[in-house]
T-cell receptor, first 108, second 114 residues
Framework: AQRVTQPEKLLSVFKGAPVELKCNYS??????LFWYVQYSRQRLQLLLR??SRESIKGFTADLNKGETSFHLKKPFAQEEDSAMYYC??????????FGQGTELSVKP | DVKVTQSSRYLVKRTGEKVFLECVQD?????MFWYRQDPGLGLRLIYF???????EKGDIPEGYSVSREKKERFSLILESASTNQTSMYLC?????????????FGQGTRLTVV
């Protein structure tokens, strides 16, 4: 079965600390994986995708097929990073499956 | 500016009513989605449409139906609303081109069933 798991509901860090939001997936084919973010009172929007291997707002994510993980990392958290983060998987049929979400709180 | 527009931000309906949630996109996207967003449960897919008049059940289709008569419009129907359908509903669209499948979301409809 296709599944995305984010084990942490809430992650609280201090400004300047490193951040890692965990994501594990279950998919038998070749997945497309994404991180989406929802800031307070804004629409859900794409943060980054594994296929482009880019860094957005200082965040990176590496696909580890052996561990079936796609963790989101940032070396130095900022207060404006506080938001809800969702990991998502796109199967070959176009269906987009999301995880449960992790709320990141960055304290001053 | 790309747009996915949901017809209502807030709705209050009575138990047993038939409820229509409308979503329109202006990007000529093939794929459209309806999700429920609940705290601790994340986004759960209700229905997915990959073309006009085509639909596929998601993880939680019970109590819901959908309609896609035109490419730009995807409607979610609650046949007989119940209190456990009180939730935030999100519509999204994406292209079918693999590698470019960024989903664009609407602003959400917060539905309360009393």
């Amino acid at each position: 079965a296709q599944r995305v798991t984010q084990p942490e509901k809430l992650l609280s860090v201090f400004k300047g600390a490193p951040v890692e939001l965990k994501c594990n997936y279950s998919y038998s084919g070749s997945p497309e994986l994404f991180w989406y973010v929802q800031y307070s009172r804004q629409r859900l929007q794409l943060l980054l995708r594994h296929i482009s291997r880019e860094s957005i707002k200082g965040f990176t994510a590496d696909l580890n097929k052996g561990e079936t993980s796609f963790h989101l990392k940032k070396p130095f958290a900022q207060e404006e990073d506080s938001a809800m983060y969702y990991c998502a998987l796109n199967n070959q049929g176009g269906k987009l499956i999301f995880g449960q979400g992790t709320e990141l709180s960055v304290k001053p | 500016d790309v747009k996915v527009t949901q017809s209502s931000r807030y709705l209050v309906k009575r138990t047993g009513e038939k409820v229509f949630l409308e979503c329109v996109q202006d990007m000529d996207h093939e794929n459209m989605f309806w999700y429920r967003q609940d705290p601790g449960l994340g986004l759960r897919l209700i229905y997915f449409s990959y073309d006009v008049k085509m639909k596929e059940k998601g993880d939680i289709p019970e109590g819901y139906s959908v309609s896609r008569e035109k490419k730009e419009r995807f409607s979610l129907i609650l046949e007989s609303a119940s209190t456990n359908q009180t939730s935030m509903y999100l519509c999204a669209s994406s292209t079918a081109m693999r590698g470019f499948t960024e989903a664009f979301f609407g602003q959400g409809t917060r539905l309360t069933v009393v």
